[in-house]
């Protein structure tokens, strides 16, 4: 039988030039043993330290080791490389992700036969030794409400109340749907970039303000169910102008401002939603919503009970953590969406204006993007939607779970 090492490993603390230098100074007036007790440090630390003085003192205190100390760069050529494709990169204006440099690293070194891992660690490292750092743009969030603990439980207990009412115990049964605004140009709001730099770029064409409407929706079986886009166009019925391929198992209609509204959300009825549930073919289904006038208006209830789809509407603020396909699934989607968009503005495939303007991505070439990343969304990434906002596992529900307190009576005329 082999016995268990239980003794305690310390784990090693990376000391800054500043720290060292503080405790040469508490050992030049105290005893060996008091600066270890005072500082943690070890003798043998101490002596280096004590070596190195004159290049500490000249050493930045911030830094936590001295030029040329720490670990070698592998190969000097892939190095240089590396630095030149985020400053050619960003000169050109294309945002470039920490994923985007390793696998840039990793291609080159297997080019030329070098192990280099390229590492969560090297990134580090390799920011550390050339100076760049991770820029991010700012947004301000929507803001949650004050009791968001008991807003999310008693609309948990909501929703559990209505699977009992109409007896829904199969996933499949359990919908969430919401729109995303999708833009024509994609760029990341984070980019490798030399610290100091204040003007921070990044590359389009110019149409990132110009959006459609995405219509997802998936079940908390995580089945998808078929998208629908609202793209910009002035028909009277939303029809799409012929001369648009529209791939199939997307629905695409045509909008002013590509928005949605009552008449194209009664159409998503018609088109998306009544199919799959004839398909179904199931007594009842719950409906969940974020609660905008625009899902709460009453053509559109009597539309969903004709269908047996009962809505229930998530509270203003709320969406973040109980909006299933906010909290996974569109994210995935942008992603994807993004890393294509990556791929044709760096290829420069943007046609020109007799001008020199640059034209928006073809209607065509844009939806088959869309209905293909729609395609790699995987059942994972959807059922991890719904488990985080806590709807799974469903709960089985008994006489004490479906009593009506005080507390949730209030919060129900509130909500």
Known sequence: ???????????????????KISALKFFEENT???????????????????????????????RKHIVGAGRH????????????????????????SGISLQNFVRMEAKKRNVKIKASDMWLSRFKDRNNFSFRQKTSKPQ???????????????????????????????????DETSLAYDNPRQTTLELKGTKNIAIKTNGYEENTVTAVFAVTASGEKIPPF????????EHKVPSKIKIPDGIIVKTQKKASNDIALMK??????????????????????LDSVALHMNHEVKFELEELNVHPIYIPSGCTSFLQPLDISTNRSFKSIMR????????????KRTQSGNNFKI??????????????????????????????LPLKSQTASSLILTPEFKQWLTKS
Not at 34 to 61: D, M, N, P, R, V
Not at 267 to 281: A, V
Request: glycine residues 2%; aromatic residues 12%.
């Open 267 to 288: 159409m998503w009825i018609e088109t998306i939603l009544k199919p799959w549930t004839e398909l179904k073919n199931k007594s009842n289904y719950i409906l969940i």
């Open 1 to 19: 039988m082999v016995a268990k090492n239980t003794r305690n490993i310390k784990k090693r603390i990376q000391w800054t030039v500043k720290q």
């Open 143 to 177: 803001l949650p409400p004050e009791d968001q603990k008991r807003s999310k439980e008693f609309f948990l207990k909501q929703f559990d109340m209505m699977r009992y009412q109409y007896n829904i115990i199969d996933p499949s049964c359990i919908i969430n749907m």
């Open 362 to 391: 073809p209607y065509d070439e844009f939806l088959i993007r869309v209905s293909n990343t729609w395609e790699k969304i995987t059942l994972d990434v959807i059922l991890n939607g719904w488990k985080k906002s806590e709807y």
């Open 339 to 350: 890393t294509h968009w990556e791929e044709w503005i760096k290829l420069d495939l943007g």
């Open 229 to 236: 886009l609202i793209i910009s166009g002035t028909h009277k």
């Open 32 to 62: 060996l043993l008091e600066t270890i007790s005072e500082y943690g440090c070890s003798k043998s630390q101490l002596y280096k330290w004590k070596a190195q003085k004159e290049i500490l003192l000249k050493t930045s205190f911030s």
């Open 73 to 96: 760069v592998t190969d000097s050529q892939i190095e240089a490389q590396a630095v030149q494709y985020v400053i050619s990169n960003r000169k050109k204006g294309h945002a470039i």
